[in-house]
C-alpha cells in the first residue's frame, strides 16, 4: 500500500509564494508518474501538474509560468513550487501517484489546503 503525504500547504496574499512538498511510503522502486491536482469549493477536481521519472512534465494552463513541479525519483518525493499565487489557486492540492500496464494502480494523498487572500 502506497502511503503520499502532503506537507507545505497555508495561507498567502497575493503574488506569494509557497511550495508542497509530497513524500510517498510504502514502495521502493521509482513511481513511474507523480503529480498534483487540485479541488476549489463548488468545482471538480483538476489536474495541476504531473512528471514522470522520465520526459515531459504537463501542467494545467492556468498555472504554466507560475508553478513548477520536481521530483526526487530515488526518494519518490514530489514537490510544487508556486510562485505569483492569484486568489484562484485557493484550493485543497492533492498529491497523485500512478502507475500504468500492466500492473495499474494510483493513489491519492488527503490533500493540503491553499489559501491565496486577495
Known amino acids: ?10 495561507e498567502v ?11 510517498a511510503s510504502g514502495i521502493i522502486v521509482s513511481i513511474p508518474m507523480m503529480g498534483w491536482y487540485r479541488q476549489a469549493p463548488g468545482k471538480q477536481r483538476e489536474l495541476v501538474a504531473l512528471m514522470p ?4 512534465t504537463n501542467y494545467a494552463d492556468s498555472v504554466k509560468g ?8 530515488a526518494k519518490n518525493t514530489v514537490y510544487l513550487q508556486m510562485n ?3 486568489p484562484e489557486d485557493t484550493a485543497v492540492y492533492y498529491c497523485y501517484a500512478k502507475r500504468g ?4 494502480w494510483n493513489y491519492w494523498g488527503q490533500g493540503t489546503q491553499v489559501t491565496v487572500s486577495s
Open 1 to 10: 500500500q502506497v502511503r503520499l503525504v502532503e506537507s507545505g500547504g497555508g
Open 13 to 23: 496574499q497575493a503574488g506569494g509564494s509557497l511550495r508542497l512538498s509530497c513524500a
Open 53 to 56: 521519472t522520465s520526459g515531459s
Open 66 to 73: 507560475r508553478f513548477t513541479i520536481s521530483r526526487d525519483n
Open 84 to 86: 505569483s499565487l492569484k
Open 101 to 104: 500496464p500492466p500492473i495499474e
